[in-house]
């Protein structure tokens, strides 16, 4: 799966959480311009998970603020499956 | 009106636009003083002046009902377990002054672990200083670099500290959702260390957990589980063992985390096991080795309890139906409850938001009736709830009584 891919599933998914449709680029972070709160973060993770069948655990969300780098966390968890 | 003079959120000195470290906690003050400027009285800084009996105290003058107190059975005032203190105390001594591993460990120190035992029928039983520091000395142990945290996201405060405080990977999964955990479980990598951590009543609903069900998806995928069980002692279960014995599953948990501060009546925190290597945690759970251990006098009167809790019967029916009048009436009140039907002896009554909660409370109190109140970020789905738990040793009339309480405070502040 390359990362066009990756990009537009992710973009499919934050949709219905992007309530006031922020204009989502790599440097769009989840916490400051999006507003997620730690509910909205928990159901936009498992979103992410069931569609990638990946699992990103507290340890890894941590380290993952910004849009850009879900994708790129996405594509390394995803790497090696079929 | 609170007499404090100095209060950990209003500090006196806030001049100067400089920040230092404390500058984070500036929203947190913002919406502590916002919420005593509208004149309620501080939710968070009650003084009991004086403590009567398990249900109650004197409260700002004011003789007062507890319903917010966890005192599931009302031990902390039983005759055997006051006067196994007081002799603990003279025998004993105040302190241990050390650690459970150097000089820390006395007689009844064993002894508690040795009703904890005969409690749960289980060969394994390690006491801790307190509850919270059970779940962070086990889980943080336990659960190291490279294996897997699964556990549910209303855990408790205490579980979620285990997990910061080790080096595992945490995941957690949807409330109670069986299916978001199977599916977690699923994708872990293979080879990889798992433990499934549940709990049996939730706190701040007063909600239980499907432990049969959920326990049985664990176990296919190689999980160990670990059950936090400290709402439940003494009164859930055929033995009071709590929602796994009740379910059925108790033989499938690998521990049961508890606590002394709930139905046992003092303090201190316990894990119990049938694992055959147990006993080795006692020299490496640091929570455990670098602390001092319970005072002679606490672990005397837990042991007391704990043993006095196994032929409890009379009062586990006492408090089951103090729980089903509680519900029953507050809903007939036309309170929007945590639970459609009472499933523990924790009725959470759901509050429309702080403001309104913060009052509701506030007039309650002015009544004569404690109750917790739960507001954000400790409750799920940023709720904010009148937590009330009952005692065995409400009386029917009480009970009644408190619905009369609520009833008036309701419609004061326009909830009913």
Not at chain 1, 37 to 48: E, P, W
Not at chain 2, 271 to 299: D, G, M, Q
Not at chain 2, 339 to 345: D, F, H, K
Not at chain 2, 356 to 365: K, S
Request: overall charge negative; glycine content about 10%; hydrophobic content about 40%.
């Amino acid at each position: 799966m390359d990362r066009a891919e990756i990009d537009s599933r992710i973009r499919t998914l934050i949709e219905p959480f992007n309530k006031k449709d922020v204009a989502v680029t790599d440097a769009t972070t989840f916490a400051g311009d999006l507003e997620f709160d730690s509910l909205t973060v928990m159901d936009f993770v498992a979103a992410i998970e069931d569609e990638f069948d990946i699992i990103i655990s507290m340890n890894q969300q941590a380290e993952i603020e910004n849009y850009g780098q879900l994708v790129t966390a996405v594509g390394t968890l995803t790497q090696g499956q079929a | 009106m609170t007499q404090g003079v100095n209060e950990a959120d209003r500090p006196e000195v806030l001049e100067g636009d400089g920040t230092d470290l404390f500058s984070k906690f500036d929203p947190v003050i913002e919406m502590r003083r916002a919420l005593l400027d509208s004149g309620v009285t501080d939710p968070f800084n009650l003084v009991m002046e004086r403590v009567l009996s398990p249900t109650r105290a004197i409260c700002n003058g004011r003789d007062t009902i507890l319903l917010g107190t966890y005192n599931y059975m009302g031990m902390t005032f039983d005759p055997d377990v006051v006067a196994a203190g007081k002799q603990a105390l003279e025998d004993y001594g105040s302190g241990t002054t050390g650690s459970r591993v150097l000089n820390g460990t006395y007689q009844g120190h064993r002894e508690v672990e040795q009703a904890l035992c005969d409690f749960y029928a289980m060969d394994h039983a390690m006491v801790f200083s307190t509850g919270y520091q059970a779940n962070l000395g086990i889980i943080s142990t336990m659960a190291g670099k490279g294996d897997y945290i699964v556990l549910d996201i209303d855990s408790h405060a205490s579980i979620w500290d285990g997990c910061a405080l080790g080096n595992a990977e945490v995941v957690p999964f949807k409330h109670n959702d069986i299916e978001a955990m199977e599916k977690r479980l699923r994708r872990i990598p293979e080879g990889a260390g798992k433990l499934v951590i549940l709990e049996g009543v939730y706190s701040m609903l007063g909600d239980i957990a499907p432990l049969k069900e959920m326990i049985a998806v664990a176990k296919k995928h190689g999980a160990m589980v670990l059950v936090d069980e400290a709402h439940s002692m003494g009164f859930i279960g055929p033995n009071g063992r709590g929602v796994a014995e009740d379910q059925g599953v108790l033989d499938q948990v690998d521990f049961v985390i508890g606590t002394f501060s709930k139905s046992v009546g003092t303090v201190g925190g316990f894990c119990v096991s049938n694992h055959p290597k147990f006993e080795i945690l006692r020299l490496v759970c640091r929570p455990y080795v670098f602390t001092a251990s319970l005072p002679p006098s606490v672990v005397a009167t837990a042991a007391t309890s704990i043993r006095k809790l196994m032929n409890g019967a009379e009062k586990r029916a006492r408090l089951w139906s103090n729980s089903r009048t509680l519900h029953a009436g507050l809903r007939g009140l036309g309170f929007t409850l945590g639970t459609e039907e009472p499933q523990s002896a924790i009725v959470a009554v759901i509050m429309p938001d702080l403001e309104r909660g913060a009052a509701m409370w506030e007039a309650l109190l002015r009544e004569g009736l404690y109750v917790n109140l739960a507001r954000p970020p400790a409750t799920p789905a940023n709720m904010t709830l009148l937590r009330c738990s009952l005692c065995a040793e409400h009386s029917e009339e009480e009970v009644q009584t408190i619905l009369g309480m609520f009833e008036r405070a309701g419609k004061a502040v326009g909830i009913i």
